[in-house]
């Protein structure tokens, strides 16, 4: 199938596609007498494999390290079962970040006014805001 089609069947755009070519995701494409680029389903499944896996945030790194335990039938499920629980770990972490920062800035807000006067606690605290705030 051409790029087009490999992208609609897979769900992942043809930009996507030439891009997981370009950092070795996927193995470059075959081409046909014409030079167009030509996928076979075993494309299509590591395309989907991809979407996927990147849906749930894994990086590019973890999406590589993720498709060489998919293709190696002798692999140990705890590797993919520890690769998965870190990058949770990481996810969890950075909803943790995320939520204070909505706290924080919640807080701010609360302190604001919303007037028409100039006066806004909000730029004022990210004003003085810094290691190199004075006591």
Do not use: T
């Not at 692999?75 to 998965?84: G, I, Q, T, W």
Request: glycine share 8%.
């Amino acid at each position: 199938m051409n790029i087009g089609e490999a992208a609609a069947a897979s769900g992942v755009s043809a930009k996507m596609l030439r891009y997981y070519e370009r950092v070795g995701l996927l193995a470059p494409a075959g081409r046909s007498a014409a030079g167009y680029r030509r996928y076979a389903e075993g494309d299509v499944q590591a395309l989907r494999f991809l979407r996927r896996a990147r849906s749930l945030g894994f990086s590019v790194a973890q999406m590589r390290e993720l498709l060489a335990l998919w293709r190696d039938e002798a692999r140990a499920s705890a590797d993919v079962k520890r690769l998965a629980l870190a990058h949770a770990a990481a996810l969890e972490q950075k909803a943790r970040a995320i939520a204070e920062m909505s706290s924080a800035l919640r807080h701010l807000a609360d302190r604001c006014e919303g007037d028409g006067r100039p006066h806004c606690p909000i730029l004022e605290e990210l004003a003085d805001a810094g290691p190199a705030r004075a006591p």
